[in-house]
């Protein structure tokens, strides 16, 4: 009995540089490993904290260059509203002058008329 034990035990052995335990039961086919690529982009290969500095200066650089776009908006409105200012005032001034003219020729006319009427009073 003895015999019949150790024989059963010595071809349940597994030999020593196989895998643990392999599905298929293939122990003499090599072991599978992860793929490992060896060019990995610029992303994955970098530790977290740089990939946080990273971050951080490029949302800085949107802050600068929205600032900068805002002023450069905001200088272009001003313009534009000085523009529309000027137009304002230079047709208020022409409005003025027009009126200005028409007033001093009613004006002119009634001193006219006043000549007129005190020149023929003092033929009488």
């Given amino acids: 009995m003895s ?4 024989a059963t035990t010595q071809t349940e052995k597994k030999p020593i540089n196989a895998p643990a335990t392999r599905v298929s039961g293939k122990i003499w086919k ?4 992860a793929y490992r690529r060896t060019h990995l982009p610029a992303g994955v290969s970098q530790d977290w904290a740089a990939r946080t500095r990273e971050r951080n200066r490029i949302q800085a ?3 600068i260059e929205k600032e900068l776009k805002d002023e450069k908006l905001r200088i272009k409105e001003e313009s534009k509203n000085r523009a529309l200012e000027r137009k304002k005032a230079q047709e208020e001034k ?3 002058e027009k009126l200005q003219a028409l007033v001093s020729a009613k004006k002119l006319q009634r001193i006219r008329k006043k000549e007129m009427r005190q020149r ?4 009488k």
Avoid: V
Wanted: no cysteine; net charge positive; charged share 35%.
């Fill in 94 to 96: 022409e409005r003025l």
């Fill in 30 to 33: 090599q072991p599978k490993t």
């Fill in 120 to 123: 023929s009073q003092h033929k």
């Fill in 3 to 6: 015999d019949t034990t150790t």
């Fill in 61 to 63: 650089i949107r802050a």
